[in-house]
């Protein structure tokens, strides 16, 4: 099973779902996908003289006759494909010998595997959708939380693409206008009203910089706010850390010093993805490989989004640390179940917990949500998830305030111009309008094959 490198006139195959499951589908797509089924599936007709999006139950046969398996044929003819080409879906059960000897006999018989993100790669080149939509693809699968399927679904309606394009016709508008006005130079003509185009240019920017300011939420809800366990050796850091997230992750002792090094687990809190670091407590050592712990412990509360700050009941206090201003900040008293009065609960004073007895733990988690505000968020709101998005983003914003400030300094319009078409070109860069190969290779290259 040889891979290729990309090419449009080859006809590509390989599995669309897991394997594993009852049922695997296979996806064959190019210019010999139904000519190719054909040889290797005998149903009541030939696909090759049925219509698009049929489907087709029968059987797949080796080259003497006997059966391979009997499969469902999804047959969909160009262009009304998600390539855009002519594409098979051919739906088996779910052996790996199975699968395996049916791709076995379709590359026989001309067709090759499909390199990773190659169906999607072909959607764009064919128009189907813009580069935004189809890396949001790729974000609909790794979704792993309402929110961030969410967002992913808005993206790959083409909700955010939609507003982009649109941010783009009014610039090429501005752009045809002010390149116009060279043409009548002598005559000192002035087609593009500088009040409108100011105004214009100001409230593009204003939209560019409310997408980029979405960034920061953005890629929380994509790949889940970090949350650091801290505080002092054996105050019931893994023991919270299982409580949270409802399973016996991290290992539990009285005897201080316990975790040596940072634990990881995940739980969805109201549709939003927390990952908890259980950390090595802090203190004062001698022990080489606990001080390494706690070195971990520091990176690991740097690249949090929340300080969890643990402490006890028997001894309340918090010792302190440091807090970066974009991050959140949860002071805990853990272990109430030990002593027998509990003082009074306020706004202002740290949460009281049992994470032995499960006291509190659903105040936590209420308090835990809090830090991610989505309160201005619906299910279609655009929010930027990807940094390469945000990149070509803060370029575009750069050359809006460029194009501004040769407004300001009453400059040419051809260098105006030249300010309205850099911002062009970056916002084109997110829709695919403008791209590379490079740029192509690197983004669908992380997609998983059969995709």
């Known amino acids: 099973m040889a891979l290729h490198h990309f ?48 489907l087709h139950y029968g059987d797949i046969v080796y080259d003497n006759g006997n059966v391979l398996d009997d499969v469902v044929v999804a047959l969909f003819r160009a262009p009304h494909s998600y390539t855009g080409e002519d594409s098979v879906e051919v739906n088996l059960h779910g052996s790996e010998y199975i699968v395996s000897e049916f791709l076995r006999l379709a590359i026989e018989h001309g067709a090759m595997m499909a390199t990773p993100g190659e169906f999607t790669q072909r959607a764009f080149l064919a128009g189907k959708m813009d580069l935004s939509r189809a890396e949001a693809v790729a974000d609909i699968i790794a979704s792993d939380s309402q929110w961030s399927h969410n967002v992913a679904s808005t993206q790959m309606r083409g909700t955010y693409s939609e507003r982009l394009g649109a941010m783009r016709e009014s610039l090429l508008r501005l752009c045809s206008l002010l390149e116009l006005e060279l043409d009548f130079s002598e005559e000192d003509v002035e087609f593009a009203n500088r009040d409108e185009l100011r105004n214009m240019l100001e409230n593009i920017n204003s939209e560019v910089a409310q997408l980029k300011s979405s960034f920061a939420l953005g890629n929380v809800l994509k790949n889940g706010v ?4 801290v505080g002092e050796p054996n105050v019931g850091k893994s023991t919270l850390l299982n409580a949270l997230v409802e399973d016996d992750r991290a ?69 302190e640390i440091s807090i970066l201003p974009h991050q959140k900040y949860i ?55 990807n940094m390469r998005h945000y990149a070509a983003l803060e370029k575009a914003s750069e050359s ?9 300094n009453n400059l040419p319009s051809d260098l105006l111009s030249e300010d309205i078409r850099q911002t062009l070109h970056h916002l084109g860069e997110i829709t695919g309008d403008i791209t590379s190969d490079d740029i192509l290779q690197t983004i669908f290259s992380k997609f998983c094959i059969g995709k």
């Open 7 to 54: 090419d449009t006139n080859a006809t590509i195959i390989a599995p669309a779902t897991a394997s594993g499951g009852a049922v695997v589908m296979v996806r064959i797509s190019g210019p010999e996908a139904i000519s190719i089924t054909d040889s290797i599936f005998r149903g009541r007709k030939k696909l090759s003289d049925a219509k698009g999006y049929t």
């Open 226 to 229: 970090t949350v650091a366990i």
């Open 251 to 319: 290992m539990v002792s009285d005897i201080a010093g316990t975790t040596r090094d940072t634990i990881e687990a995940t739980t969805i809190i109201d549709g939003i993805c927390y990952r908890f670091v259980d950390t090595a407590g802090l203190r004062t050592t001698a022990d080489q490989l606990e001080q390494m712990g706690i070195d971990r412990t520091y990176r690991a509360m740097e690249n949090a989004q929340i300080i969890l700050h643990i402490t006890t009941a028997e001894n309340p206090s918090f010792e």
């Open 331 to 385: 002071q805990v008293v853990n272990k109430i179940d030990k002593i027998t009065s509990i003082d009074t609960q306020t706004a202002d004073s740290p949460l009281q917990i049992s994470a032995k007895c499960n006291i509190g733990i659903d105040s936590l988690r209420t308090a835990l949500r809090k830090c991610t505000d989505t309160s201005h968020l619906n299910s279609s709101s655009v929010v930027v998830t």
């Open 400 to 408: 809006l305030e460029a194009a501004l400030t040769a407004m300001d």
